[in-house]
């Protein structure tokens, strides 16, 4: 087990809507990524937060946007859900990016069904 | 997209056996990493290779990178039943924060 938790472990949304979700990284880790996984996919790259900053973003559309807060926890949110945001959202700490990445400690994710 | 393809996709074998599979990527990279993940649930972080790096011991796991051929492996020795999961590589590349992971692959480990 990680130190990094995640809330909630399941929700359900209408399209349309918009969700919040959080996470707590590991203690000592100021940068935190998030990744959407689809049923039977690899991890997508959303978004990374370093010292409360967006440090590099995937291909997703402005509407997934976050934060990062002082004591480095983060929140994810995505406005105007459509079905296919239906996915595992994971959030993973690691230390700062300094001089190469390194490894990630992930949470145990979110599953979002939007129906 | 996806970075990186993982081969086989998925892979069946029995208790004792040693399992491998391989990551094929697109671009140069700063680092490679494999990581596990049981269930849908969390990652975990199994072995980072670096670009300089050919191969990599941890305990049962050995990685090896060919960075000639944008490739790497890793192999799962004397595999047991709780190395039933879905293995992922993982790379960056150099300048950016961007991670990129591979299609998986599933591992099942017969008892």
């Known amino acids: 087990e990680t130190g990094v938790t995640q809330s909630p472990t399941h929700l359900i949304k209408t399209r349309g809507q918009q969700v919040t979700l959080r996470c707590s990284s590991q203690s000592g880790h100021n940068t935190v990524s998030w990744y959407q996984q689809a049923l039977g996919q690899g991890p997508q790259f959303i978004f990374q937060?370093?010292?409360?900053?967006?440090?590099g973003r995937g291909n997703f559309p402005p509407r997934f946007s976050g934060l990062q807060f002082p004591n480095y926890s983060s929140e994810l949110n995505v406005n105007a859900l459509e079905l296919d945001d239906s996915a595992l959202y994971l959030c993973?700490?690691?230390?700062?990016?300094?001089?190469?990445?390194?490894?990630?400690?992930f949470g145990p994710g979110t599953r979002l069904t939007v129906t | 997209s996806q970075q990186g393809e993982e081969d086989p996709q998925a892979l069946s074998i029995q208790e004792g056996e040693n399992a491998t599979m391989n990551c094929s990527y697109k671009t140069s990279i700063n680092n490679l990493q494999w990581y596990r993940q049981n269930s849908g649930r969390g990652l975990v972080h199994l072995i980072l290779?670096?670009?300089?790096?050919r191969e990599k011991h941890s305990g049962r796991l050995r990685v090896t990178l060919d960075t000639s051929k944008k490739s790497s492996s890793l192999l799962i020795t004397a595999s047991r039943a709780a190395d039933t999961a879905s293995y992922f590589c993982?790379?960056?590349?150099?300048?950016?924060?961007?991670?990129?992971f591979g299609t998986g692959t599933r591992l099942k480990v017969l008892a």
């Open positions: 937060y370093y010292r409360e900053e967006e440090n």
């Open positions: 993982a790379t960056v590349r150099p300048g950016t924060y961007k991670y990129i």
């Open positions: 290779i670096r670009s300089n790096e």
């Open positions: 993973a700490s690691s230390l700062e990016p300094g001089q190469g990445p390194y490894e990630q400690y």
